[in-house]
């Protein structure tokens, strides 16, 4: 099945135009990098994906139902009710964690299954006991993220959304405000998601690690798509000579 599907999707800011006619699909248990030099619109492409922007124009779709169309040549949304049907599709990890600082970690991670999707009680603190002990958290159920490490509030972030039962998850560059000791945590937890089939769709600068999991890697540039491909193409011989320069340029440094 088809999670998510985007045609011709465009964006810009105050005249500047950050995405043109961006188009991709993203199936059932794939795991998709997306890389590219800083401003060509990896973040935004999230952002829009996820609603957190809106579309100038272009169309969406979560699990093969429209969400997002154009008329008139504008972007179209949908009700409160049918975009909040389409927000439960999915979670987003933030590269800056997004933790609720007056919350312990275990209000911070059940808050949303309980009050906003209205789950039992008992039922999400069990399964959120059992998520935070996957990311190696279980006894840190009562500490406050001013108690934690940069690396252990992503993996509260990760717990959050995985709690939230997703289809498919989001990352938006989660080790790039953490070390690389502390990276190489999050990226194992993340490896092993991959293992299990979650869905996920990764704005990363960690190449090796693209190639690693991804089914699929996606070069942006300039608010394009200029290649996409197995990793063993797009990454370790890529045919565009722009993902070539950026290719070099990182293994310069």
Known sequence: MKLLEIKNLSKGFDGKTVLED??????????????????SGKTTLLRCATFLETMDSGELSYCEKPVVVTKGGKAVYPSKSELREAKSKFSLVFQNFNLFPHFSVLKNITDAPIHVMKRNKEEVIVEAKRILAKVGLEDK????????????????AIARALLMNPSMLYFDEPTSALDPEITAGI?????????????????????DFARAVSDRVIFMDG??????????????????????AFLRKLSVE
């Open 141 to 156: 159920l009562k500490a406050y993220p001013c108690e934690l490490s940069g690396g252990q509030q992503q993996r509260v």
């Open 223 to 244: 608010g394009h798509i200029i290649e996409q491909g197995a990793p063993k193409d797009v990454i370790d011989n890529p045919s565009n000579e722009r993902t070539k």
């Open 22 to 39: 961006i188009s991709l699909t993203v199936e059932e248990g794939e795991v998709i990098s997306i890389i590219g030099p800083s401003g």
């Open 187 to 207: 990226l194992r937890i993340m490896k092993k998601l991959a293992e299990e089939k979650m869905t996920m769709v990764i704005v990363t600068h960690e190449i």
